[in-house]
Nanobody
């Protein structure tokens, strides 16, 4: 069945870097836009970055210039390279898939469009 499995989370100090991975299975990967989302304790889930099946990317303002999303079609895997991490980046990070090409637009960051979710991976940034 369709499944997304995240990995790569951990604890780092402020200014550090991490790379998250999300392996997809049970879906026709090339038909989906893939996104990373995060949820901090007591806060709503928010979109971080999206890459669609044509390679177009969209970023939340809070991570623009620090995070980079990419994908490997051969491995059905999407990555999130996170740099210059700050304590406010601490959250559970989730990978999700939405059918179709969402392109480079604010629509790509709308959480309701994503119907398949992973279990999450924790990122903790200490000051």
């Amino acid at each position: 069945q369709p499944q997304l499995v995240e990995s790569g989370g951990g604890s780092v100090q402020s200014g550090g870097s991490l790379r998250l991975s999300c392996a997809a299975s049970g879906i026709t990967y090339t038909r989906y836009s893939m996104g990373w989302f995060r949820q901090a304790p007591g806060k709503e889930r928010e979109a971080v970055a999206v890459i669609d099946n044509e390679g177009s990317t969209t970023y939340a303002d809070s991570v623009e210039g620090r995070f980079a999303i990419s994908q490997d079609y051969a491995k059905n895997t999407v990555y999130l390279q996170m740099m210059d991490l700050a304590p406010e980046d601490t959250a559970m990070y989730y990978c999700a898939a939405a059918s179709g090409s969402l392109g480079n637009s604010p629509y790509a960051l709308q959480i309701w469009r994503y119907t398949l979710w992973g279990q999450g991976t924790q990122v903790t940034v200490s000051s």
